[in-house]
């Protein structure tokens, strides 16, 4: 028999055999051994086997054999030894069968990686005995290093085998010039004692032996030694396959099994999200819902919100990580983030830029596949195609409101929340695809504005770049690349995808190209991991496990897997979405301390920076200071209450003689004095008066009352300025809230109706009943008179310029039309001299006559310029008449009683003393009636309008920090904020550390 194994254990193992020989016949000593092992047995199938080595571990022996040295394991006839310590062979041949089986290296590998292998080894070596005493028969330990290495490094290229995998797949003894070497060999060593019984297929079964006893009789034994190959398989057909053909078949079994072993994830999967669904919406026995805790990823994303409202610039001081999906315009950004959601929720486009802003998706577990966003309280069904459609068309719209006008991106943010059963959890933000060239449609800038917009996003030294390459497309033409190298130049931060690898291998197909780029050699940039993926078939209304299914079919019968370019750990979003979680998860555990220590400082500096500016004030930040403002607000129009009945009637009724007087005096009083005796006199006013209540007077009474309610109120608001306490920070906020309730505020429809009905009966009464009111009549109507007249005289003198005794005094000097004027006024005042009674309105031939009296004096004037000066004149002089009656008819009283019928002679008229007596008589009924409406129903009316105004000037910040502004507001806000950060920091931590 050969030297088949080597070793210092060779003479025992053939002493050991030799006496089974003798021991056993060839009928006990026959025991078929498996396919795929090579069996070494006693005789006696009561015997424990010594040996048993699969046919790989043979094939080490073999070429171990043939760079042995010379030691014979059996003698030259063929028998095997029998060693004097039987039970030290057989530990040791279990202990190598254990190391070198293949099915526990193969099994060991499951999980993936070398590191894995590595603990289930020493932990066999952990559990052996003491085996010293077994170095002298052990072969030496450089070969058994090597043997390991080899071991390790073929299982860490395998996956997850399914079972029946060992028995079939096993390297095959295919070459019959080997078997034929394997024969030949036998039969040199063995002699003529022993012969080699082979199979056809090429299967070591038997090595026949004979042997003689002491009668002289001749016993042919057949001895199991070592079996191997596969059933069924000749040299023949061996020749016939070529080892390209072993290696596909291999390689498709091997997708087949990951396949499957991915589809028991998959419903392994599918049951923990059914079971932690209904943990979720399980209700405890009491009925009392159950309060669900705040997840990891919303407080982070939460954390991420205040952090974007604390420093919308993003520069360095925000170095919380997330997933920057960045890469060139419509290479599938969109879509691969799709694929991670699991849901087609962007916008779709062909060919035209569609992210137009940044979207920070934060993906977290739930137990409804729902999407919101952060400022709606709105949840889209993701399941529902209604509510897909209906987000898509909401985030297209967000983005097109915060583009401004002339621009076609913009840097605000769009913040979305989406959960689902089983989703990585972490945060990405989708930005716009980078252009070569801006085309007609774009605002100039725009190709520079996104990459500063991408350029930014970047800089944060944690965010994980997620770099997405189609890879349809030439690699020179890569935009996103190059960004990438100069912002991680090392890589350490960057997950490289390559989308569309299906249209690459159908299309561009050059697998080495391919695996260049998957390998980090093509590109100039580094990154942690490469993945392919397959997005779908560019159909747009492609649900997302069509396009799983379409990704998975091409994957399995793809060329680039079986021809070696693709690794089974490269290929798939859901390889690529779980490498980004982890990196993700990575990161924060490792920055976010860091970033919770920046703000503690931060707010330890403000704290002080307060002490020191404002020691005696108290700290109110924008929101404080609003409420503290509008309850002073609200104190003030609570204050109207206390004006007093007589306050608010002298305030109605001075402000609506300011209003109704100049009417009163042009349409009503002058035209009346000009007619001929007191019948007329009181006919026309009669109708004058009617026609002004009907139409005219209470509309305006309505806009008085309107403007000295709100006159008032500001009345109240100025006197506070005074106090001591008052606070300059309010008074801006105070004025926008006066003028934004005047907009909002109407009087009542209903209160012109009643106001007409009082007027009207109060103007048409012309009764004076005592001589208080007629006195009363005659000193407002002096008063009144006097103030027209002085009006008037203000506006002559204005006109014609300063007298003699002004221009010595005050050095002022007379110009050419003042000089007109004065000879204007006084060619007038000698007409109305010469009649007393004239008419408002000049005759044509009066001003023939001044404009030629004028001539004369070498003045050129025009027939409108003189009417000016008349206007002005005339009113002077009938305002001096009528101030001389009201002092006449001051004692007239007893004469009115009499009907003016005992005047003793005299033509005393004072019917103008009646008419301002009906006309104050009607402004103080009004004044009551508004007072009334007012105390009644309209100061609770404005109350009630600026408590609205200040709740919208709550809810809009923007507004609020117009209004509330100043070095003071700024610092308490930042100080808010950097609190909340660090509070909501800290929580966050705490939460992770538990999760931990």
Not at 85 to 107: D, E, F, M, S
Not at 382 to 387: F, G, P, Q, R, V
Not at 849 to 874: A, C, K, M, P
Not at 906 to 922: A, G
Request: net charge positive.
């Amino acid at each position: 028999m050969s030297m088949l194994i080597c070793g210092r254990f060779g003479p025992h193992c053939e002493r050991y055999v030799q006496h089974a020989l003798r021991k056993h016949s060839l009928q006990q000593s026959r025991n078929i051994v498996s396919k795929s092992h090579v069996l070494l047995k006693a005789p006696s199938s009561s015997q424990s086997p010594i040996l048993l080595i699969s046919e790989r571990g043979f094939w080490r022996f073999y070429h171990a054999y043939k760079n042995r040295s010379s030691r014979h394991l059996l003698s030259s006839r063929g028998h095997l030894l029998v060693p004097s310590n039987r039970h030290n062979i057989v530990t040791w041949t279990r202990i190598t069968k254990a190391l070198i089986r293949p099915r526990n290296i193969i099994i060991t590998g499951l999980v993936g990686t070398g590191a894995v292998i590595s603990q289930k080894i020493e932990a066999v070596r952990q559990q052996l005995p003491d085996l010293e005493w077994m170095k002298e028969y052990m072969p030496e330990s450089e070969a058994v290093k090597n043997l390991m290495k080899s071991i390790q490094s073929a299982t860490s290229k395998l996956s997850l085998p399914e079972k029946g995998f060992i028995s079939s797949h096993l390297p095959k003894v295919k070459d019959a010039a080997v078997v034929e070497g394997i024969k030949s060999w036998w039969e040199e060593n063995a002699g003529k004692n022993s012969a080699a019984v082979l199979s056809e297929g090429g299967r070591v079964l038997y090595a026949i032996s004979q042997d003689t006893d002491q009668k002289g009789t001749t016993h042919k034994n057949t001895v199991p030694l070592l079996g191997f190959g596969r059933s069924g398989a000749t040299a023949t057909s061996s020749k016939k396959n070529p080892e390209k053909e072993r290696l596909e078949q291999v390689q498709d079994e091997m997708i087949q099994i990951q396949i499957r072993y991915q589809k028991e994830i998959d419903r392994l999967i599918k049951e923990n999200k059914d079971l932690r669904k209904s943990l979720m919406l399980k209700e405890p026995k009491s009925g009392r819902k159950r309060t669900m805790r705040k997840s990891l990823i919303d407080m982070y994303s939460d954390v991420l919100d205040e952090l974007e409202r604390y420093d919308s610039s993003y520069n360095t001081q925000d170095n919380l990580p997330r997933v920057v999906v960045v890469g060139d315009q419509s290479s599938g950004k969109t879509s691969v983030l799709e694929m991670i959601v699991q849901a087609r929720i962007f916008p779709r486009g062909s060919g035209e830029m569609m992210t137009r802003s940044p979207v920070k998706v934060t993906l977290s577990e739930g137990p409804y596949h729902i999407a919101s966003f952060k400022d709606s309280s709105r949840e889209f069904d993701l399941t529902k195609e209604s509510d897909l459609a209906a987000l898509r068309k909401e985030v297209e719209l967000r983005m097109k409101a915060s583009v401004g006008d002339g621009e076609t991106v913009s840097q605000e943010s769009i913040s979305m929340t989406v959960k689902g059963p089983g989703l990585q959890r972490m945060v990405l933000v989708d930005l716009p695809g980078i252009i070569s060239t801006e085309t007609s449609v774009m605002a100039p800038e725009t190709k520079n504005n996104i990459r500063k917009m991408v350029r930014g996003h970047m800089e944060n030294p944690n965010a994980i770049i997620l770099c997405i390459q189609d890879g349809a497309l030439d690699a020179e033409r890569s935009n996103v690349t190059d960004l990438v190298s100069q912002m991680d130049p090392t890589g350490k931060r960057t997950i490289f995808v390559l989308t569309k690898v299906d249209l690459a291998e159908s299309n561009l197909y050059n697998p080495d190209r391919i695996k260049s780029i998957l390998e980090g050699r093509l590109f100039p940039m580094k990154a942690l991991g490469y993945f392919a993926v397959v997005t779908g078939r560019g159909n747009q209304n492609d649900s997302i496990q069509e396009i799983k299914n379409y990704e998975e079919n091409f994957f399995r019968n793809s060329k680039l897997f079986k021809d070696g370019v693709l690794k089974p750990t490269q290929m798939g979003t859901q390889s690529m979405s779980m490498a980004v979680s982890e990196l993700f998860w990575k990161m924060v555990r490792e920055t976010v301390e860091q970033q919770a220590d920046a703000f503690k400082a931060t707010r330890f500096n403000l704290e002080t920076e307060w002490k020191n500016t404002f020691p005696r004030q108290r700290e109110l930040d924008r929101e404080e200071l609003f409420e503290k403002a509008k309850g002073d607000i609200l104190d003030e129009i609570i204050n109207l209450g206390q004006l007093t009945p007589k306050e608010w009637e002298e305030a109605f009724y001075n402000k609506l003689w300011e209003r109704a007087s100049s009417y009163f005096f042009e349409s009503i009083y002058l035209p009346a004095a000009q007619t001929e005796n007191s019948g007329i006199f009181n006919t026309t006013v009669d109708i004058k008066l009617k026609q002004w209540a009907d139409n005219m007077l209470p509309k305006k009474c309505v806009e008085v009352g309107w403007d000295t309610l709100h006159d008032e109120f500001i009345k109240i608001v100025e006197k506070d300025k005074k106090n001591k306490g008052h606070d300059e920070i309010f008074d801006q906020l105070k004025l926008a809230v006066i003028e934004a309730s005047k907009n909002k505020h109407q009087w009542d429809s209903k209160a012109e109706d009643s106001l007409r009905v009082i007027q009207v009966n109060t103007l048409e009464d012309r009764s004076v009943t005592d001589k208080q009111q007629w006195d009363a009549a005659v000193k407002f109507m002096e008063e009144t008179v006097k103030g027209r007249l002085h009006q008037t005289q203000d506006k002559l003198k204005e006109l014609t310029g300063p007298g003699k005794w002004e221009q010595w005094t005050h050095w002022k000097s007379k110009t050419q039309d003042h000089r007109n004027r004065g000879a204007t006024k006084g060619e007038l005042e000698k007409i109305l001299s010469a009649e007393k009674d004239h008419k408002s309105n000049l005759a044509t031939d009066e001003l023939t006559t001044v404009r030629r009296n004028l001539q004369t004096s070498g003045i050129e004037v025009t027939n409108d310029f003189i009417r000016e000066t008349w206007y002005h004149v005339y009113r002077q002089f009938f305002l001096t008449k009528a101030l001389g009656q009201c002092q006449e008819c001051r004692k007239g009283f007893y004469y009115y009683q009499k009907g003016f019928t005992d005047s003793g002679g005299s033509k005393l008229e004072c019917n103008d003393v009646v008419l301002f007596w009906r006309l104050q008589r009607m402004l103080q009924i009004t004044s009551n009636a508004l007072r009334q409406q007012v105390v009644n129903n309209e100061a609770r009316r404005l109350e009630r309008i600026i408590k609205e105004v200040l709740d919208e000037f709550g809810e809009d910040q923007d507004t609020l920090a117009k209004l509330l502004t100043g070095p003071r507001v700024q610092l308490a806000e930042e100080l808010k904020k950097v609190r909340q950060i660090q509070e909501k920091l800290e929580e966050f931590i705490q939460a992770l550390n538990k999760e931990k």
